[in-house]
């Protein structure tokens, strides 16, 4: 593509080749809009991709988004989706060690084991009792709240009523949710697990009066109507792909190596000029669609920007020659490590760890989670690698701020993988590291991702996975009708950090390709 090229014109231009994206490219190609997507990277997919990291071996791992709950089976549907989840028969198992031996707690497998679990830790029926109760209260608020995701935004009241259960309402919505998990339970292990939830990719307190702890903890409990977290057959890039296969097949144009700098717009339509190899260009387009963050979206359009957003995570990828042994006698690696594998998340140890994290050092005992992809979809390795027993391993590490890592991204990196790791060496029977496989180079296949890492490859802002804070899924004075309109009439946000984005859920996605034929079709009548 030349410099100094003629303008192109498309119903719509859609600035970004992520899953949301994609979602509103193929909705809007399917209802007979003309379609350009611009995509910087040489791919499309953002960060829901598979690739290889490690030189010389065949395992595509989800690099950096990697469960799904949020996407609604309508978007699968309604696309035609070759696409397929696998659910987990176990949901966690979290090792402790008590009156000097290891144990711990593993839900899942049926009502019958977890109840056995409970009662193994805690010695009685209370806790497990508790969890029933707080889950079923959760449950029912998911089965109301999910299916309004892709509908116009509710009012508060609204969504209050719907749900139609002021204790749950008060404790989701209104107090800080330390306060709901201090009063279901008592066990200091039983009430981390719980609050987990609130503090993927959320820098936050168990009481912070934010409630950005509950804001978050709220979009964990709610995917599917039931809260589950599913595996992505052929990892993240399995629905990318198909996305884009969707997207195409409909008609849509998508290019990558094509870099938006600017969006100028009025009431009529917009212009975006894009950047390539070889020059510059322009399209022109009734509607654009802004699948990047909303700093990016500020940069783009020329107006002030937002509130800094920082993220707090360490992600780490993994493949392994087996899986470790545990030093808890009474479970099996191949279950512990396939549903969420909790380390150093009691409720004391991630308030500790927050507490440091906010005074500006690296927690001494850094929380984390782990799960193994290939247990549960063994598709992501080569025949070799499977048949020979390799799995692999994602850990998502909390409480670890971008600001931590802001005098040297390297050093700090390194500290708190060690210290990360050696958390989890406590809970097994040999190290971590007897069991890291090598690359074609002879070096560990490990690799860690801190948020400055993931500002620099993706363009997170500060590092955050949802763009921003997290939003109620309810309208504000602001917010407009569908979550993604901005101050520019003919300019939508329809990345994670729209209202009810973030995760992998193609949300804003639909909803801003909703609003593109809302509109059309109110200026027909």
Not at 413 to 433: C, G, I, N, V
Request: charged fraction near 20%.
């Amino acid at each position: 593509m030349s410099a100094n090229q003629g303008t192109r014109a498309y119903d719509a231009v859609i600035v970004g080749a992520g899953h949301n994206g994609l979602v509103a490219a193929a909705y809007l190609a399917r209802a007979g809009r003309s379609v350009l997507v611009l995509e910087r990277l040489g791919h499309t997919g953002g960060a829901a991709v598979s690739s290889r990291p490690f030189a010389g071996v065949e395992a595509r791992l989800s690099r950096y988004s990697y469960l799904v709950s949020l996407l609604p089976p309508k978007i699968v549907a309604d696309l035609g989706l070759d696409f397929r989840l696998r659910s987990r028969t176990i949901s966690s198992y979290t090792p402790v060690e008590r009156a000097g031996r290891p144990t711990g707690l593993l839900v899942g497998g049926g009502e019958a084991r977890t109840r056995a679990a409970f009662a193994r830790l805690t010695g009685g029926e209370r806790e497990y009792a508790a969890w029933q109760r707080f889950y079923g209260m959760t449950g029912r608020v998911a089965e109301r709240v999910f299916p309004t995701l892709t509908e116009p935004l509710p009012t508060r009241d609204e969504l209050r009523r719907r749900i139609d259960d002021e204790t749950a309402w008060r404790a989701l919505f209104e107090e800080p949710i330390g306060a709901a998990v201090e009063e279901h339970f008592e066990d200091d292990l039983v009430r981390g697990v719980v609050l987990t939830d609130a503090l993927i990719g959320t820098f936050a307190d168990a009481h912070d009066p934010s409630l950005a702890q509950n804001r978050c903890f709220l979009y964990h409990v709610i995917g599917g109507g039931t809260g589950a977290w599913d595996v992505p057959v052929g990892g993240m890039g399995a629905l990318t792909d198909a996305l884009a296969a969707a997207a195409r097949a409909a008609g849509a144009e998508i290019v990558t190596g094509h870099e938006a700098v600017r969006i100028a717009g009025d009431a009529d339509g917009a212009e975006v000029t894009y950047r390539t190899a070889d020059g510059e260009g322009v399209a022109a387009a009734r509607h654009v669609l802004v699948n990047a963050s909303p700093q990016e979206l500020a940069v783009l359009t020329g107006a002030a920007a937002p509130e800094p957003a920082e993220g707090a995570q360490l992600k780490v990828n993994m493949l392994l020659t087996r899986l470790p042994r545990l030093r808890d006698p009474d479970v099996d690696p191949r279950e512990a490590f396939a549903g969420t594998f909790h380390i150093a998340e009691g409720y004391g140890q991630l308030a500790a760890a927050h507490a440091q994290a906010a005074a500006g050092r690296p927690p001494a005992a850094p929380p984390s989670e782990i799960y193994c992809h290939s247990l549960t979809d063994p598709t992501i390795l080569g025949p070799e690698l499977a048949g020979r027993g390799y799995q692999t391993l994602t850990l998502f590490g909390l409480h670890t701020p971008a600001r931590l890592f802001d005098h040297d991204n390297d050093a700090v990196r390194e500290e708190l993988l060690a210290s990360t790791l050696a958390q989890l060496d406590a809970h097994l029977a040999e190290p971590l590291a007897d069991c890291l496989a090598t690359d074609a180079d002879g070096r560990p296949c490990i690799e860690a991702k801190t948020p400055l890492d993931l500002e620099r490859d993706l363009r997170l802002p500060g590092g955050n996975i949802f763009h921003r804070a997290l939003s109620w899924p309810y309208s504000q004075p602001d917010t407009g009708r569908w979550g993604v309109e901005t101050p520019h009439p003919r300019v939508l946000l329809c990345g994670a950090g729209a209202v009810r984005g973030g995760g992998v859920s193609g949300v804003p996605g639909h909803n801003a390709a909703m609003a593109v034929l809302e509109h059309d079709r109110h200026q027909r009548n």
